[in-house]
């Protein structure tokens, strides 16, 4: 079974400023992986599949990058509306999620 | 336009049955994986198992394997998550996606999600 790693668990940013999320498995997932947003109360929106292919309608300050083991999901100039929880998940074998990271306002 | 519409709340007593289901529309029902995902007060998202309903194909994780069964009604597009007994650990959100499907009918990423049905476990 793949375990997905995600860190921070919290980060800690202030609009227009960068963040850096990262996720690793404990084994190589190729670039089966996704990166998800969830807002409080709502249903998790696909951002990122395939490592760094943005999904449709995301704006374009959303990139991921990575393969194998190590991942990354970028915010160049955060939004007001970026603040939430993030979470990959590989769909390599089987499929699992990472434990999420709160980007919050700093 | 996609849709996957979960039906309602529910509160339920320990040891009780439960099925919950999910309506979708929009594309073809039977060339997708609809998966169904776990979210615990507080907490996660957790990937419990997917139904091709094509052929009525299911794959659990080995966490939710014995413990939930997956089904689909091809008839009315609609996918299925069941418990024939619960326990107050099932208390959680639950979500119905759907899987893109790649090339070699694997599944891949989860592109459209129901809008959550909140199971409530209490004695």
């Known amino acids: 079974e793949i375990v997905m790693t995600q860190s921070p668990a919290t980060l800690s940013v202030s609009p227009g400023e960068r963040a850096t999320l990262s996720c690793r498995a404990s084994q190589s997932v190729n670039s089966n992986l996704a990166w998800y947003q969830q807002k409080p109360g709502r249903a998790p929106r696909l951002l990122i599949y395939?490592?760094?292919t943005r999904a449709t309608g995301i704006p374009g300050r959303f990139s991921g990058s990575g393969s194998g083991t190590e991942f990354t999901l970028t915010i160049s100039s955060l939004q007001s509306e970026d603040f939430a929880v993030y979470y990959c998940q590989q769909y390599n074998n089987w499929a699992a999620f990472g434990q999420g990271t709160k980007l919050e306002i700093k | 336009e996609v849709q996957l519409v979960q039906s309602g709340a529910e509160v339920k007593k320990p040891g009780e049955f439960l099925k919950i289901s999910c309506e979708t529309s929009?594309?073809?029902?039977?060339?997708?994986?609809i998966a169904w995902v776990r979210q615990m007060p507080g907490k996660g998202l957790e990937w419990m198992g997917v139904i091709y309903p094509g052929d009525s194909g299911t794959r659990y994780s080995p966490s939710f394997q014995g413990q939930v069964t997956i089904s689909a009604a091809k008839s009315i597009s609609t996918a299925y998550l069941q418990w024939n007994s619960l326990r107050a650990s099932d208390t959680a959100m639950y979500y119905c996606?759907?899987?893109?499907?790649?090339?070699?009918?694997?599944?891949?990423?989860?592109?459209?999600w129901g809008q959550g049905a909140l199971v409530t476990v209490s004695s």
């Open positions: 929009g594309y073809s029902f039977t060339t997708f994986w």
């Open positions: 395939a490592a760094s």
């Open positions: 996606a759907r899987h893109i499907v790649g090339g070699d009918g694997a599944y891949r990423h989860l592109d459209y």
